[in-house]
């Protein structure tokens, strides 16, 4: 076997060296009734050639070179070629998690880096190295929330994207934490009176998204008031992290829980991606996940080390925040160097033509049919209702090589034939010209 | 110190580097946007009181600092590309580069997780085929690949048991536990609502059946076990202790931390285990990327299989593959999408560059590897538990103390000699724990040049116990102040003159 770097006459000598006559000397202390005496069924052992030639045949059956009008919380945007050429490095690929920083420096200064532009993106004080994703970083929030105010209910917003809702639903089910329900307004943006109506007096906190599930961008201060006039806090998560480039960040919100994907992770069918989670400094220590921070060394030199891990599961076990060990470490890396590589300029111009694409958009998808949520502003993503049932409309569009927007009667009947689309910068005016005409065909 | 020992390393020259911020200046640009082909918009009009003033202290800067910037940070890390990384319970093996190459094939990175399922069937089928290897080497009936990491896999599992136990009409309240399980273990059955009861090794490291059939009864879901244990033991009495749960209607969990030392050899779901996690990122070599991403599927026993998360990826009549989310009794979504999909691919890749012959080689070599060291070391290293060692090895500091050398300065000395430390004070059974895993991935040259290392530094303690202490002495940074660093954290970067963001 390749990887394997020994002859037979090395594992020969180690075993005369142990003592063993054979190898399954060394596995007597498993039970012989128990041992394994067949071949596994998995395939036959492969060239390096022919792995390539399987993953080819693999992903030759799935789409390529189609328009692609998807979003909803995964989300194509070019990305530059620098990202692969840094991460492939085998020092940032094959580390391991920077417990032991003397000989860490490279990643736990990448993710220090991290950190600082999650708080500058999001205008919060204090973020973590990463949590798996947005859907799980919001439910861990949400329990954080729970922690901070000795509070036992939440309120969670439906514009929230509808598995975000099903993974808090999954994580709170045997906490004690009901979670109800916080409607929409004709304009997409939560409903201020039906929130009013749901918050209690015992509201852990109220959590919503912006741009919400329908692309439409929160009033985040006006909702931040009433939650808090209440005595909640406010969490808000963030599925399309580019919107930040032009958006306001949720500077009123006290936890801020964001999935980073967009900034250069590949979509690769739904992870890896990774999520962040942001708070106020005050709250630092209710956390979950790992911490990088600054220190000196005996010599008075800047160095950084993993910090504030009596939160952590290694430490307080049962008692921890949160049960993650395991991070996002390297898409978090990725998210760096691509925020690096656009910086304060180039997210603000890419941000800009994302908006430019879906208004275009549409503003064509208005002139043949119906596009709901006017009158809140909206990022890169839209809802467009239609005569036909969204998958036949995407059936046809298939054939002419479209991937259109997701249906969304599924969770939301009451839009009826409805569906989200989302057009970036690699969305050409000839790609969504083609589709509008097709789905008003 | 005594260089002429150290036969691993040498000390080069290593590059300094301040943080990005500290490198940017207005004007610099590392991008250029092709021309927009629609009208622009003014969004500062368009988006109103919801727009953004500017970003911040955002960098500016070039493509070429860019690639400086990060190649300098990467110089200054450890890698299994490196050397040997000897973390016990953490598995770092090798991590091959045609599993990196094939994830990124564009027809599967550049996959929506919504598209139609008729162009997805090559990443189903990934998928799929990856499950049913998986459910081979465990000898389990169903499996999800939802879970995003090791400690998702646990929280996921532990919610199959208290469904099914749901299903019977009482979930239980109590998880039992070893005293030498990860930190993760505990956690994740307080995540799902349980208590925590604690179970105490033997004399041999493993679980004390009598002290487990004293504890368990109708309030305890069930234990959770990870074997070969935290001392790399097998355990050896696990039908009876796997009977003992299924008497009383418990259910046994495996924490699969330590499948390198099973695979091929023996499975699971042959010697009782309803349910378990696997990391994809351990024993099957998905790289760990200095702390992620991970992969936790869970595999269980056919009892368990309608409690599985949604998803579930079914074939059709016609062969097709489909994602089934008509699933009533599912314990809910545990990621959104369908898990850490890329390293469901790379998983696949190390699996058909084995085969089964390579499998069970690999096993074998992880195994043979960790006696090997244990014979070599168990003289100048106190080795707490006699018990045979499968996968790993744990000494103890002990001998060293004497001196006042312990393990965490045995650990930070091992760098200078070129490696990367060990396990360090785990598992929390043994005082002063030297937890060793070499994985299958180390020839006799390199786990020799540990041993002499090892060795080496044991003498050092002996005779110069401060140059232990002290250590390391050839790191870019010394050993860092850590209560500093929680007393008053610092965890971003500030400008120096006026304060961040709007």
């Keep these: ?441 | 110190m005594s260089d002429k020992d150290i036969k691993k390393a040498t000390r080069h020259v290593n590059q300094n580097e301040g943080l990005i911020f500290e490198r940017s200046s207005p004007g610099k640009k590392a991008y250029r946007l092709a021309p927009l082909d629609v009208p622009e918009v003014d969004y500062k009009k368009a988006l109103g009181a919801t727009s953004r003033a500017n970003l911040g202290n955002m960098p500016e800067v070039s493509e070429m600092e860019i690639i400086r910037h990060f190649t300098r940070l990467s110089t200054w890390n450890y890698a299994i590309d490196l050397g040997m990384y000897p973390l016990g319970s953490c598995t770092m093996k090798y991590n091959a580069r045609v599993n990196e190459v094939v994830a990124r094939f564009p027809g599967l990175a550049n996959a929506h997780p919504y598209q139609p399922a008729e162009v997805s069937q090559g990443a189903m089928r990934v998928m799929k085929i990856l499950s049913e290897c998986l459910l081979d080497i465990t000898g389990m009936d169903a499996i999800t690949l939802q879970p995003a990491a090791g400690a998702h896999g646990e929280m996921t599992g532990i919610l199959l048991m208290h469904a099914y136990l749901q299903s019977k009409g009482n979930p239980r309240k109590k998880i039992l536990i070893p005293d030498s399980a990860h930190g993760t273990n505990p956690a994740t059955a307080a995540i799902c609502g349980y208590a925590v009861e604690n179970l105490k090794s033997n004399s041999r490291g493993m679980v004390d059946v009598s002290a487990l059939a004293a504890q368990m009864n109708e309030n305890v879901a069930g234990l959770m076990l990870t074997n070969p244990n935290t001392l790399g033991i097998f355990e050896q009495e696990i039908h009876k202790i796997a009977d003992i749960l299924h008497e009383k209607g418990g259910l046994l969990y495996m924490d699969g931390a330590n499948m390198n030392a099973l695979v091929g050899k023996t499975r699971p779901g042959d010697f009782g285990v309803d349910v378990m996690h696997l990391n994809l990122h351990k024993t099957f070599s998905t790289p760990h990327g200095g702390g992620g991403p991970g992969s936790g599927p869970v595999a269980c026993k056919k009892i368990l299989e309608p409690f599985l998360p949604k998803p579930v990826i079914v074939e059709r009549a016609d062969g097709t593959l489909a994602f089934d989310y008509d699933r009533p009794k599912s314990v809910g979504r545990v990621r959104m999408f369908y898990g850490n999909f890329g390293m469901h691919v790379r998983a696949l890749a190390y699996t058909l560059a084995n085969g089964p012959d390579g499998l069970r080689q690999t096993t074998e070599d992880a195994v043979l590897n960790a006696n090997y060291i244990r014979k070599k070391l168990e003289g100048d290293y106190h080795l707490p538990y006699q018990s045979p060692s499968m996968h790993e090895v744990v000494f103890s500091d002990s001998i060293q103390e004497q001196k006042g050398v312990k393990t965490g300065d045995i650990a930070k000395r091992l760098i200078d000699y070129g490696f990367h430390p060990y396990t360090v004070s785990f598992p929390l059974v043994v005082h002063g724990a030297i937890m060793i895993e070499p994985t299958e991935s180390e020839s006799v040259e390199e786990l020799d040049l540990l041993v002499d290392a090892m060795k080496a530094i044991a003498r050092e303690a002996e005779e110069d116990p401060e140059l232990v202490k002290n250590a390391p002495h050839t790191t870019r940074v010394k050993r860092l102040d850590e209560t500093g660093a929680a007393r008053k954290p610092v965890l971003r970067w500030k400008p120096a003159a006026k304060s961040a963001g709007e």
């Design chain 1, 1 to 441: 076997m390749r990887y394997l770097p020994k002859s037979p006459a090395d594992r020969a000598q180690m075993m005369r060296e142990i003592g063993c006559k054979s190898i399954d000397d060394l596995f007597a202390p498993i039970p012989a009734e128990y041992r394994l005496n067949r071949d596994l069924k998995v395939p036959r052992q492969m060239a390096e050639s022919e792995i390539i030639d399987y993953f080819h045949s693999r992903a030759d059956a799935n789409a390529a070179g189609y328009a692609l009008f998807l979003g909803a919380g995964a989300y194509h945007h070019y990305r530059p070629v620098v990202i692969d050429a840094m991460v492939s490095r085998g020092e940032f690929l094959t580390s391991y998690t920077p417990y032991q920083a003397e000989i860490a420096q490279g990643t736990l200064q990448a993710i220090f880096e991290f950190q600082t532009m999650v708080c500058e993106l999001t205008g919060m004080e204090v973020a973590n190295a990463s949590m798996y994703d947005g859907s799980t970083g919001a439910a861990e929030a949400m329990l954080m929330a729970v922690r901070l105010t000795g509070r036992k209910a939440a309120v969670v917003a439906r514009s929230v994207h509808p598995e975000y809702r099903e993974v808090m639903h999954t994580y709170t089910q045997h906490q004690g934490l009901p979670i109800t329900e916080c409607g929409y307004l004709g304009n997409g943006r939560v409903d201020m009176a039906d929130l009013e109506k749901k918050i209690t007096s015992d509201t852990a906190c109220v959590l919503i998204q912006s741009p919400n599930f329908f692309g439409t961008i929160e009033d985040v201060a006006v909702v931040a008031d009433l939650v808090h006039r209440k005595g909640a806090l406010l969490v808000v998560s963030i599925a399309e992290a580019l919107s930040l480039g032009i958006v306001k960040p949720p500077v009123e919100a006290d936890i801020v829980s964001m999935e980073t994907q967009s900034f250069g992770v590949p979509l690769g069918y739904g992870g890896p991606y990774a999520g962040v989670m942001a708070t106020k400094e005050k709250f630092v220590r209710q956390i979950p996940g790992r911490l990088v921070g600054e220190t000196k060394d005996k010599d008075g030199k800047r160095g950084f080390v993993l910090t504030l891990s009596t939160r952590e599961q290694h430490i307080r076990r049962e008692k921890a925040t949160s049960n993650i060990c395991t991070n996002q470490a390297l898409i978090a890396t990725m998210a760096t160097i691509y925020l690096t590589i656009y910086g304060r300029e180039g997210l603000k111009e890419l941000a800009g033509q994302n908006l430019a694409k879906a208004t275009y958009a549409s503003g064509e998808f208005a002139k043949k049919g119906k596009v709901l949520f006017a009158g809140a502003p909206r990022f890169n993503e839209f809802v467009v209702q239609t005569k036909d049932d969204p998958q036949a409309i995407n059936q046809r569009l298939l054939e002419k090589k479209m991937i259109g927007g997701f249906p969304l009667r599924w969770h939301y009947p009451e839009l009826g034939n409805a569906s989200l689309w989302c057009c970036t910068e690699l969305n050409s005016k000839e790609q969504i010209d083609a589709a509008v005409k097709a789905v008003g065909q």
